[in-house]
């Protein structure tokens, strides 16, 4: 009840999904480095603070349990963020509280290009720019998408591959369960 839905649970029937993936765990590199900061700051203030000082203490710890409870949030929050990419539309869902999802239709994009910098090349990681007909769409830009290179061939065989070739791969994909007596969707 509480917890987001499935991003599958958003894809039509008629959908065959091509990736899922969530940002790579690098995104949080800066909310680690400035969680242990302001951890150690305060571990040492409080050092410093002589013990009869009980409430700079306490407010001190208090402070300490509000760094660890933001930075679990930017964690969950992370985590439940998916991007997905299916043969009609892009997705990106996010949100802990309050879901929300972002799509594009795969029809719309005209250009794609991905870029890696020195740290995404060493943690393996990119950006993705998705350009549409002249218009900046919610998914304009993806940031520390893992594995950028496949997920660009993916999508540029989705956008600008063959159609009937795709369409005759998706009918022996949907065979092939048959035959293996899955359900077919």
Same mark, same amino acid.
């Given at each position: 009840?509480?917890?987001?839905?499935?991003?599958?649970?958003?894809?039509?029937?008629?959908?065959?999904?091509?990736?899922?993936?969530?940002?790579?765990? &690098?995104?949080?590199?800066?909310?680690?480095?400035?969680? *242990?900061?302001?951890?150690?700051?305060?571990?040492?203030?409080?050092?410093?603070? @002589? *013990?009869?000082?009980?409430?700079?203490?306490? /407010? /001190?710890?208090?402070? &300490?349990?509000?760094? /660890?409870?933001?930075?679990?949030?930017?964690?969950?929050?992370?985590? =439940?963020?998916?991007?997905?990419?299916?043969?009609?539309?892009?997705?990106? %869902?996010?949100?802990?509280? %309050?879901?929300?999802?972002?799509?594009?239709?795969?029809?719309? =994009?005209?250009?794609?290009?991905?870029?890696?910098?020195?740290?995404?090349?060493?943690?393996?990681?990119?950006?993705?720019?998705?350009?549409? &007909?002249?218009?900046?769409? &919610?998914?304009?830009?993806?940031?520390?998408? @893992?594995?950028?290179?496949?997920?660009?061939?993916?999508?540029?065989?989705?956008?600008?591959?063959?159609?009937? *070739?795709?369409?005759?791969?998706?009918?022996?994909?949907? *065979?092939?369960?048959?035959?293996?007596?899955?359900?077919?969707?």
């Amino acid at each position: 009840m509480f917890a987001p839905r499935d991003p599958d649970e958003y894809l039509l029937g008629s959908e065959r999904r091509v990736i899922r993936v969530r940002r790579h765990w &690098a995104c949080l590199l800066w909310e680690v480095f400035e969680a *242990a900061g302001l951890l150690i700051g305060a571990v040492l203030i409080s050092s410093l603070v @002589p *013990a009869d000082v009980w409430l700079v203490q306490n /407010l /001190l710890w208090y402070a &300490a349990l509000f760094i /660890l409870l933001r930075f679990a949030y930017f964690v969950i929050e992370w985590w =439940v963020e998916r991007i997905v990419v299916t043969d009609k539309r892009f997705m990106l %869902t996010s949100g802990v509280f %309050t879901t929300k999802v972002a799509m594009m239709p795969v029809t719309k =994009v005209t250009d794609l290009t991905y870029e890696r910098s020195v740290a995404g090349r060493l943690f393996g990681y990119g950006t993705l720019v998705v350009e549409s &007909a002249g218009q900046i769409q &919610a998914l304009n830009k993806i940031e520390y998408l @893992p594995d950028p290179e496949g997920v660009y061939d993916a999508i540029s065989e989705l956008v600008f591959g063959d159609k009937k *070739a795709q369409a005759e791969r998706f009918s022996m994909m949907k *065979a092939k369960r048959a035959a293996a007596g899955k359900k077919i969707t």
